[in-house]
């Protein structure tokens, strides 16, 4: 059987891990190679790495990143994060990158998903989704969730799939950094109308949260950041509660 | 040890010189045919189109190099299928290793198959010490269908299918092992330790 997948994401800026991290056995919590380490170590099932670096001369310093994390990681990791061209793209699989995911850009640039994924493959092309429920509809959002679009947010996710994306990142903005549990709703609405597996984000603060997105939200992944940063939930904990509960995991 | 991975027109094979780096094993990326008739071992990497790969294999007569070994071989994901005889995708013609047929998988559930999933009824030195839940990382739309004799490792997604193969000092394996883990790491070492 397939197992639900336990995503941690990392954000990275100037190639140091931002957010505090609060990790004693660490050397430098602040070093995503570290970390990745110790989640891949922990039973992690993917990374996510997510570029928040402004400016263009020191995203030269994430493909270094990714060159460092390949090296040492044995799991499967995503690299996200300014990603605009096809350049971009195949710098940093060259690297080493398992996948890249896209948001902004593809929603200014449709095309693209289809460039990128006629070059390198499907498998290796994430979209990640902002969505923020407005007056009762999805609207896509960019820029880190702040800038609204007027696409709805189930169209864009059937556009992205048939332009050739292999999955699909869905942050609920709604539902990020409240600790109330993933948007089942439109995760599991999205889920069911593709044919290609969806990542739940935004919005984890239980162990019961992780169950409810894999069971009525019908996610195939589940990521998140503070809760495993901060260790408010250990991975191994966690991968045994779903266990237990009868969620198909790798333990 | 020297190991050779066969370069070709496929993608994500730093990851697999890099486990191999991991291990302690000195590899090269390479499609010179004396360096890999000389290698101690030989991995066959691959993510990518089986019709452009065979293609692409065919003018470099890496095809005839790959069928005349005879140190362990490797072949990984793309690799595992083009070792088979005949590929769907793109009615492609294969290397033949294999007397298997490469499917499409059906689309009564997600496709591609993205994710870890089990390997079962392992028999071969080479999935020893494999512990009690040898997950390993998939990511792949077609699959290699089970074969009586040389199919030595399963693996369920709507149906069973080939997860390892083996004939003669043929090894295959559809999963990544270079990205499944402690599980791939031992299944790499127990290949270079053949």
């Known amino acids: 059987m397939l197992t639900k997948r336990i995503i941690p994401c990392l954000d990275i800026k100037d190639g140091r891990t931002v957010k505090g991290v609060n990790f004693v056995e660490l050397r430098d919590a602040g070093d995503p190679v570290e970390l990745g380490k110790l989640y891949a170590l922990e039973g992690a099932d993917e990374l996510v790495f997510l570029d928040i670096t402004a400016t263009v001369e020191k995203r030269k310093t994430l493909v270094e990143l990714v060159t460092k994390v390949a090296k040492t990681i044995n799991i499967p990791f995503t690299v996200g994060g300014g990603i605009s061209t096809v350049e971009d793209v195949k710098a940093l699989l060259n690297a080493g990158a398992d996948k890249i995911s896209v948001n902004s850009s593809a929603v200014k640039h449709p095309e693209i998903v289809d460039q990128m994924a006629a070059e390198f493959g499907s498998q290796c092309i994430v979209v990640a989704i902002d969505t923020k429920n407005i007056d009762g509809v999805d609207f896509v959002h960019t820029h880190g969730g702040r800038k609204p679009t007027l696409k709805i947010t189930q169209e864009w996710a059937k556009e992205v799939m048939e332009r050739g994306a292999g999955e699909i990142l869905l942050t609920s903005m709604d539902h990020d950094g409240t600790k109330s549990g993933f948007a089942n709703g439109i995760t599991s609405e999205i889920s069911s109308a593709l044919s290609i597996p969806v990542i739940a984000s935004g919005g984890a603060g239980k162990m019961e949260h992780f169950k409810d997105v894999f069971t009525a939200g019908k996610a195939d992944a589940a990521l998140a950041a503070s809760i495993f940063h901060f260790k408010e939930i250990p991975i191994p904990d966690l991968k045994a509660y779903l266990d237990r509960e009868g969620v198909t995991i790798r333990i | ?194």
């Open chain 2, 1 to 194: 040890m020297q190991v050779a991975v066969i370069k070709y027109n496929a993608g994500n094979v730093r990851s697999v010189l890099y486990a191999m780096e991991r291990l302690g094993a000195k590899a090269e990326l390479t499609d010179d045919p004396d360096t890999i008739l000389q290698a101690d071992k030989v991995i066959f990497p691959g993510q990518g189109e089986a019709k452009s790969a065979m293609k692409y294999l065919r003018e470099r007569e890496l095809d005839q190099l790959i069928q005349s070994l005879k140190q362990p071989f490797l072949g990984i994901c793309l690799g595992l299928q083009l070792l088979c005889e005949y590929s769907e995708e793109k009615d492609t013609t294969c290397l033949g290793i294999f007397p298997i047929q490469v499917k499409k998988f059906p689309a009564r559930e997600k496709v591609p198959h993205i994710g870890w999933n089990l390997l079962t009824d392992t028999s071969t030195p080479l999935l020893s010490d494999l512990g009690e839940n040898p997950f390993a990382y998939y990511v792949h739309s077609y699959y290699a269908e089970l074969h009586p004799e040389f199919t030595i490792a399963k693996t369920h997604y709507m149906l069973d299918f080939s997860a390892l193969l083996h004939r003669d000092n043929f090894f295959a394996m559809q999963a990544h092992p270079e990205k499944s883990s402690l599980t791939g790491e031992k299944i790499l070492k127990n290949f270079l330790a053949l």
